[in-house]
């Protein structure tokens, strides 16, 4: 995407930047949804909430994400023209870093995300903002994959600021930003799904508990004044804002045999 804007023009760039997004948004949240509910019953332990969303919700999250959509296009199509005009460290050559620093900046960008939205997620949280920034992502009480993009446009612009932020303040490749948007959204579709499919042993590990589960986000959908993190753990546990029974909820679905006691691993 190099010429895009030089080549097609602003509103011809907007068009497939806005296509892009929004087909990878269809597909990676239609594949997931297909295969639940294909292999419904295989999977219905794992099932977080008992509730099934009905097909009105779903067709409405999928047109509150077809404007979060427009509105990361209009974002990257913004970032693209800062580039051009010198305001980002963005460059062309995967050599002029080399491939290890590549591969740093993805996770680089993962953890900045992670931080931005932890705290912006805290402060659209504050009962003057909510309703202005929040209220439609969490008009999915009970979210499924198609949940994921479903924002008010006011967040929309918030959640999609991380692009140019990340491209003003470190050296990243366009391909780097590519894959980790996909990486975001990916993991921001499986958050969503209203099912967990991580092993019990999960959240016991020393290194893999500090990855955020299904369950983690899927309780703050439910409850609302907790788990605020996206990828990581860190914040959640370093500001004590974890739901007290996160742990033991999460054991209860992972687990077939209902009726067993889990010790709440903090």
Known sequence: M???ITDFGVIIALLIVTSIIFILYIFFSGILHIFL????????????QK???NKIKIQNEIKNSFSSAIVFGCVGVITILLRDHGFTQMYANVNDFGVLYFIISILAMLLIHDTYFYWMHR???HPKLFVIF???HHQSRNPTPFSAFSFDIAEAIAEAAIIPIL???LPV???AIFVFFNISLVFNVMEHSGYEFLPS?????PILKWINTSTHHNMHHEKGNSNYGLYFNFWDTFMKTNHKYYHKRFYEIVTKNKTKKYTVFI
Not at 39 to 45: A, G, I, R, S
Not at 201 to 205: A, I, P, Y
């Open 2 to 4: 190099d010429d895009l």
């Open 37 to 48: 509910y294909t292999f419904k019953k295989k999977h219905e332990y794992k099932r977080i």
């Open 51 to 53: 509730k099934q969303s």
């Open 123 to 125: 402060v659209i949280h």
């Open 134 to 136: 929040h209220k439609i």
């Open 167 to 169: 491209a003003i303040i």
């Open 173 to 175: 490749h366009p391909i």
């Open 201 to 205: 042993w999960f959240l016991k590990h």
